[in-house]
């Protein structure tokens, strides 16, 4: 799997959107680009994921770049419930069996400010 | 739906001992994956399970093990506990026959050794 880079933390004031970078360089072209979040002391929650296109669900918006080499987790309007560690995993399209091994790097401390 | 739950949320227990950790998975959702989770190491693939089969497995010793009942509920023990086995450890699921990695995390079982 290709492996990705994040700022160790970042701070966000509430109401304003939250821009989460990540770099992928070495992603390859069917691998996928996903999103989870940890709040603390809770298990890791889906965010969103996106091959080329951009992408937009409920929680957030997912904005890849033309090589695929980075892309940007948009939370539209921060609230302090957000505040988390961010995961950026880039991951190929796994079976319907097996081989379900996600590998989480370090993320991104988010910090909303009141 | 219910999300997947894990008992019990908080163990302490003494360096030789033995420990079971139990995970039901959301309903209708076939593939249990266990992960460990310490400071240090991030998030750390244990092993998944699909229809009571082991599917994967990660680089564990064989002192971590698991099992998973015909109604997908899964089981994972860890024997002869060490230190270093005080973590996080969570359990995951997803439906069969989905595509992606949209894994549901539980809330996790906080293990410590001491």
């Known amino acids: 799997d290709a492996k990705t880079t994040q700022p160790p933390s970042m701070d966000c004031a509430e109401g304003r959107a939250a821009n989460l970078p990540c770099n992928h360089s070495t992603i390859s072209g069917n691998e996928y680009v996903y999103w989870y979040r940890q709040i603390h002391s809770q298990g890791p929650q889906y965010i969103i994921h996106?091959?080329?296109n951009n992408e937009t669900n409920e929680m957030a918006s997912l904005i890849i770049t033309e090589d695929r080499k980075s892309s940007t987790l948009i939370l539209p309007h921060a609230t302090l419930r957000d505040t988390a560690v961010y995961y950026c995993i880039v991951r190929a399209p796994i079976s319907n069996f097996g081989n379900e091994k996600l590998t989480f790097g370090t993320g991104t401390r988010l910090t909303i400010i009141p | 739906k219910a999300g997947v739950t894990q008992t019990p949320r908080y163990l302490i227990k003494t360096r030789g001992q033995q420990v079971t950790l139990s995970c039901s998975p959301i309903?209708?959702?076939?593939?249990v994956s266990w992960y460990q989770q310490t400071p240090g190491q991030g998030l750390q693939f244990l092993f998944e399970?699909?229809?009571?089969?082991?599917?994967n497995k990660g680089n564990f010793p064989g002192r971590f093990s698991g099992r998973q009942f015909s109604n997908s509920r899964s089981e994972m023990n860890v024997s002869t506990l060490e230190l270093g086995d005080s973590a996080l450890y969570l359990c995951?699921?997803?439906?069969?026959?989905?595509?992606?990695?949209?894994?549901?995390f539980g809330p996790g079982t906080r293990l410590t050794v001491t």
């Open positions: 309903s209708g959702h076939r593939s």
């Open positions: 995951a699921s997803r439906p069969l026959g989905e595509f992606g990695y949209e894994q549901y």
């Open positions: 996106g091959l080329k």
């Open positions: 399970y699909f229809s009571e089969t082991q599917r």
